[in-house]
């Protein structure tokens, strides 16, 4: 069976540090994957999708990056945090064959920039 | 442009059902999903449904949509303390060849007893 994962849980970073979130996908080959934030009380904004290895499409133009080193990984990153990043991140998958409109979640990062 | 909108909370009785309403823009959706989340937590697919059904039901949960209208409900029967979370809506869109998903900003559902 697929499951995906998410490190850190939890993090709390200054104002100016770097970031860097890991997500990573089992038991499926070549998933479609996502990166979204949650703002607290809000929806979900979707930031970054990959189709492939070092194919990423950003959504919004923010202070964050992605990348996609391994089929399975996905890395959310920043070199430097502003409060505004501050949020739930929730990374996704979506296979490409069989069930592909089941787009599936992490557990989430919750990302506190202080 | 894509929308997706929601009410933001809902109150009911334990054992009562509870029915989650939802609003989309893009005609084109290919498939509308609703999404559970719990406190803390990432979210879990519930159900999902193709547009060219009315109906979907799934044990508890039953799924209206109206195309017309682009109006999407979940109603949960005999509802549970367990259901309390925050429901998602989203529409499924093409942007750039790639699927993505259009989320509401969730309904908070508190079931008390």
């Known amino acids: 069976s697929q499951t995906i994962h998410q490190w850190p849980a939890t993090l709390v970073q200054p104002v100016g540090s770097p970031l860097s979130l890991e997500c990573t996908v089992e038991?499926?080959?070549?998933?479609?994957l996502y990166w979204y934030r949650q703002a607290a009380g809000r929806g979900l904004q979707l930031l970054f999708y990959s189709v492939g290895i070092g194919q990423i499409s950003s959504e919004v133009p923010q202070n964050l990056s992605a990348s996609r080193p391994q089929d399975r990984q996905f890395i959310l990153s920043s070199k430097k945090l502003l409060l505004s990043d501050s949020g739930f991140y929730l990374c996704a998958w979506r296979p490409i064959a069989g069930r592909v409109y089941e787009q599936y979640f992490g557990p989430g990062t919750r990302l506190t920039v202080t | 442009g894509e929308d997706v909108e929601q009410s933001l909370f809902l109150s009911v009785r334990e054992g009562d059902s509870s029915v989650i309403n939802c609003t989309y823009t893009?005609?084109?959706?290919?498939?509308l999903y609703w999404y559970k989340q719990e406190p803390g937590a990432g979210l879990q697919l519930l159900t999902y449904i193709f547009s060219n059904m009315d109906m979907k039901q799934d044990q508890r949960l039953t799924v209206l949509l109206n195309k017309k209208d682009k109006h999407l409900s979940l109603r949960i029967a005999d509802t549970q303390t367990g259901d309390s979370a925050i429901y998602f809506c989203?529409?499924?869109?093409?942007?750039?060849?790639?699927?993505?998903?259009?989320f509401g900003a969730g309904t908070r559902l508190a079931v008390h007893p």
């Open positions: 893009d005609s084109s959706s290919t498939y």
């Open positions: 038991g499926t080959s070549n998933p479609n």
């Open positions: 989203a529409e499924s869109t093409l942007s750039g060849g790639y699927n993505k998903l259009i």
